[in-house]
């Protein structure tokens, strides 16, 4: 059976409610799926799944990564994700220059950690619309697909 885990930071519910909808697009494919919140995650949990997944949103004009994803951040340097495949998604405010920053910047740090980008970054402006909800559907059909080959 293939396992995903979604790690997330949400100051606002908005990251959030994007990992609960990767959460039940998963369930409902008969993957089992754990999400957990970044302050509670190890970087070193990853091992264990077919698929990860982080979501985050961004901080302030400059582009921050959250205080409470940092570290989880600096450690993926540490691990080795060869053979995993990866997706990242995120909540942002498009009134900021560096629109959803740290989306972009976990998907480079997996990418290094090794893992195999299975869906382009999915972002959103604040609240997942439709079409943010459609294309978290889709990334949690692509990882599948590419974690099932």
């Known amino acids: 059976m293939v396992k995903a ?11 959030e409610e994007g990992a609960e909808i990767l959460e039940e697009a998963f369930e409902e494919a008969g ?5 957990v ?24 004009p400059d ?7 940092v ?3 600096e450690e993926l340097e ?12 995120g909540s942002g405010d498009d009134f900021y220059e560096k629109y959803c920053k740290s989306v972009d910047d ?6 290094q950690a090794g893992a195999n980008q299975g869906f382009q970054p999915v972002k959103y402006n604040l609240i997942p619309g439709q ?9 949690a059909q692509a990882l599948i697909d590419q974690a099932q080959n």
């Open 31 to 35: 993957v089992d799926v754990e999400v």
């Open 106 to 111: 976990f998907d480079q740090q997996l990418a």
């Open 5 to 15: 885990m979604i790690v997330y930071a949400s100051l606002t519910g908005n990251t």
């Open 63 to 69: 582009g921050n990564l959250p205080e409470e994803i």
């Open 131 to 139: 079409e943010a909800i459609n294309d978290l559907n889709a990334m």
């Open 37 to 60: 919140e970044a302050s509670f995650a190890d970087p070193e949990d990853f091992q264990d799944y077919d698929i990860v997944i982080v979501g985050t949103y961004t901080y302030g």
């Open 78 to 89: 540490e691990v080795d994700l060869s053979g995993k495949v990866f997706g990242t998604f």
């Open 71 to 73: 570290d989880f951040y």
